[in-house]
């Protein structure tokens, strides 16, 4: 049984930080890359970041990169997004998930196990 526990979501004034935290465990290990998805109200949900399995190789949407930073520790099976700068379009259900491949991807299809999100609120 793979789970996915996404925690450390809220709400923060614009300009401000939060860092995601995802705990992982079961089948999903240290080898399978891991991503953080976003979905605001009435939208798609959207790729946000990825990170191949040694932790080296990270991609990030454009409309996060140089704000947001994700990262692992694999000896805990933890992944992390840490998020600076945010702005109110940041306000959506921040999820984790964990590819079907070492390769990190950012397309939703590529991943197959999901936490249950994880709210996150920037007020203006």
């Known amino acids: 049984q793979v789970q996915l526990v996404e925690s450390g979501g809220g709400l923060v004034q614009a300009g401000g930080s939060l860092r995601l935290s995802c705990a992982t465990s079961?089948?999903?290990?240290?080898?399978?890359?891991m991503g953080w998805f976003r979905q605001a109200p009435g939208m798609e949900r959207e790729f946000v970041g990825t990170?191949?399995?040694?932790?080296?190789?990270?991609y990030y949407a454009e409309s996060v990169k140089g704000r947001f930073t994700i990262s692992r520790e694999k000896a805990k099976n933890m992944l992390y997004l840490q998020m600076n700068s945010l702005k109110p379009d940041d306000t959506a259900v921040y999820y984790c998930a964990a590819s079907k491949y070492a390769i990190p991807t950012v397309q939703l299809y590529d991943y197959d196990n999901w936490g249950r999100g994880s709210q996150v609120t920037v007020s203006s």
């Open positions: 079961g089948r999903t290990g240290s080898d399978a890359a």
């Open positions: 990170i191949d399995w040694s932790g080296i190789n990270r």
